[in-house]
């Protein structure tokens, strides 16, 4: 297992949020407001990805993963209008 922070900020309000680990996917909601974070644990050989999209024309976001078992963090930007980001890390 391994501990693994997921993280989504930026100058958008708010987002829609879903995280995916290995096969299931959950979506955290579609209107939440940032700084967002969860601490979540995955087994070691399965892939987590986070995703998200803003839902104004003007802001920017980014989504950032960080744990035990990454040794740099995994980071997506986004300074277009209606801004998606997606980080992956891939299982061990």
């Known amino acids: 297992m391994r501990t693994l922070t997921l993280l989504v900020e930026g100058t958008q309000l708010q987002a829609e949020i879903a995280f995916e680990i290995g096969d299931t996917r959950i979506v955290v909601g579609d ?15 399965l892939d987590v990805r986070l995703t998200a999209s803003g839902k104004e ?22 300074p277009n209008p209606y801004p998606a980001v997606e980080c992956i890390v891939s299982g061990l």
């Open 31 to 45: 209107l939440l407001p940032l700084p967002w974070t969860r601490t979540i644990s995955a087994a070691s050989d």
């Open 57 to 78: 024309e003007f802001g920017d976001l980014r989504c950032r993963i960080t744990g035990d078992a990454l040794p740099n963090p995994i980071i997506d930007y986004d």
